[in-house]
């Protein structure tokens, strides 16, 4: 409700959050996904639990903290729950103010409870609202309870929460490195998004000390390439078929040398976004790749939007936590040239049409 600019009372609210409260808020608008906030509310007086008042969502007082939604909120958002197929309930944390039952937040969970049993999934998000329908007898198995609110927020955000990234760490895909490349200690370069593998295809042929690993979700692409490396009788490139979103971590954590470089070029940018932005480039992939690469090690961004370029090279630098530099010191924004002398097919056909790319090069510093 703050970063809807509506007023909350202080001890409800995170410093500083309320720019990536924003944030989430444009994302669901551009998908389209509906979000409703209590109109009214049931406060009590702080210095007065015994005093309770019904006050419009943006006309509480100071001095009054809201305990549960009022009558108007539970009508608005009851008459929409029944033709959603999926919610969210996001509510506030147990303040230790609640004394008297909350029968709006119940009201609310019956109802949700009611659509659940006919197929909608539910999510309850806080431990007041948990509260309120864990009171429900013979709960529905579709709504899931999630009572610590800021692991929420956390996930909401973007953020990969270390319980989940250590158990992506210990799942590892059962990639044979040894039977992939014919010598699995070699430095590791990774192209994710490696699409008809032209890039890794002349890196492979130039550089014999090295193993090359192409990660493309295309799985026609992939398997084209990979009779691609059957043919050339490669040692020292291979091809996976994957969503490199969630896999690039449990693909190449299992891998025995060195991740030296990362190639990221050409995503394709997300044209229904305010910033052009590919919907690979997920924080969690930054941080698995800031996480496995060497001391020293290098990512690689190209694009030919230069917003796309602007938006992974600050995703990198954001999210790196101060690991990771620019590399490039001519004092020029973008790399004139391809530091690889090998180049992708987007890169090619862009060029063909003398338009130009927009290259940088990040290096891991500690
Ligand atoms: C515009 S093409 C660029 C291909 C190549 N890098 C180039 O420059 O020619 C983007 C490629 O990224 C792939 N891609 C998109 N999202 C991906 C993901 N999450 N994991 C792996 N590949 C992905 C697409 O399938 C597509 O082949």
């Known amino acids: 409700m703050n970063g809807l600019n509506l007023p909350v009372p202080p001890c409800f609210l995170e410093k500083d959050a309320t720019g990536e409260v924003q944030k989430l808020i444009q994302t669901a608008q551009n998908r389209e996904i509906p979000i409703f906030y209590p109109a009214d509310f049931v406060c009590i007086k702080n ?52 004394k008297k039952d909350t029968l709006g937040a119940s009201q609310l969970a019956a109802s949700l409870d009611k659509s659940s049993k006919n197929g909608c999934e539910i999510f309850v998000a806080g431990s007041t609202p948990c509260k309120a329908v864990e009171r429900i007898p013979r709960l529905s198995s579709q709504i899931t309870l999630l009572k610590n609110i800021t692991v929420v927020w956390e996930f909401l955000k973007g953020r990969s929460l270390p319980g989940i990234a250590a158990l992506d760490k210990a799942y590892t895909h059962a990639i044979r490195w040894d039977s992939v490349f014919s010598d699995p200690s070699l430095p590791l370069i990774v192209d994710i998004g490696s699409g008809n593998g032209l890039f890794l295809f002349q890196m492979g042929r130039k550089v014999k000390d090295s193993n090359f690993l192409g990660l493309e979700m295309n799985k026609k692409l992939v398997s084209r390439c990979l009779n691609g490396v059957l043919l050339s009788k490669s040692k020292n490139l291979y091809f996976i078929s994957t969503d490199a979103t969630s896999n690039f971590g449990p693909i190449v954590s299992s891998y025995l040398g060195a991740l030296v470089l990362v190639t990221i070029q050409c995503p394709n940018p997300d044209f229904n976004r305010d910033v052009y932005r590919w919907k690979m480039m997920r924080r969690t992939l930054v941080e698995a790749i800031i996480d496995l690469l060497a001391i020293n090690g290098k990512v690689f961004l190209q694009s030919d939007i230069e917003a796309v370029t602007i938006g992974m090279r600050e995703q990198f630098i954001t999210y790196g936590r101060g690991k990771m530099v620019i590399d490039v010191d001519d004092g020029e924004e973008w790399m004139e040239e391809n530091p690889f002398g090998a180049r992708t097919d987007w890169e090619l056909h862009t060029m063909a049409r003398g338009k130009p790319m927009y290259r940088t090069l990040l290096r891991k510093t500690g």
Request: aromatic letters at 6%; proline letters at 8%; glycine letters at 10%.
């Open 47 to 98: 210095t007065n639990h015994e005093l309770s008042k019904m006050f419009g969502s943006d006309e509480i007082l100071a001095g009054w903290t809201p305990v549960d939604i009022g009558p108007k909120s539970l009508e608005k958002i009851s008459s929409v729950i029944s033709s959603c197929q999926k919610v969210l309930w996001i509510g506030p944390p147990d303040l230790g103010v609640l």
